[in-house]
């Protein structure tokens, strides 16, 4: 295996685990939208924080691993989008720009936006019941 990917898995596991922290306890949405050369993947699952699951198989979330790593291999960016129900029923969401495994935070409005266009670029909500917050810095 390269140096290279080493690092990368490496920095990718980090990530991951920064945005579990940033859950906090409970289960949360977490879905990964990775844009390159106008191509758009995405994928979903449901994470469990603060802590990450180091024997996980859960396809969707090695799914979700991936098009992370491949920020890191292929260039592009990734937004990753946080969905944190509370007991009011209601649903905090924040998001982050995710470019060569490094986060950079979004703000409420920036999050809006992240969860709101779909991949297509067309807008699909707002969802009720959903609160936009800024996102915190990761600690990795």
């Known amino acids: 295996m390269s140096h290279t990917l080493i690092v990368s898995l490496k920095r990718m596991s980090a990530l991951l685990r920064a945005v579990h922290r940033a859950a906090g306890v409970g289960t949360h949405g977490l879905s990964v939208t990775y844009l390159l050369d106008g191509d758009t993947l ?3 699952c449901n ?6 699951d180091d024997d ?67 807008m699909q909500g707002p969802e009720p019941g ?6 915190p810095t990761l600690t990795v």
């Not at 959903?130 to 996102?135: F, P």
């Open 42 to 44: 995405c994928h979903a």
């Open 47 to 52: 994470v469990a924080g603060p802590d990450l």
């Open 56 to 122: 996980s198989e859960d396809p969707d979330l090695h799914h979700v691993a991936m098009l992370l790593l491949r920020t890191a291999l292929n260039g592009g960016m990734a937004v990753v989008v946080l969905r944190t129900p509370l007991p009011s029923g209601r649903t905090v969401v924040r998001a982050w720009r995710v470019h060569d495994l490094v986060a950079y935070p979004l703000t409420a409005g920036q999050s809006f936006s992240a969860y709101c266009f779909g991949p297509d670029g067309e």
């Open 130 to 135: 959903m609160e936009y917050y800024d996102a």
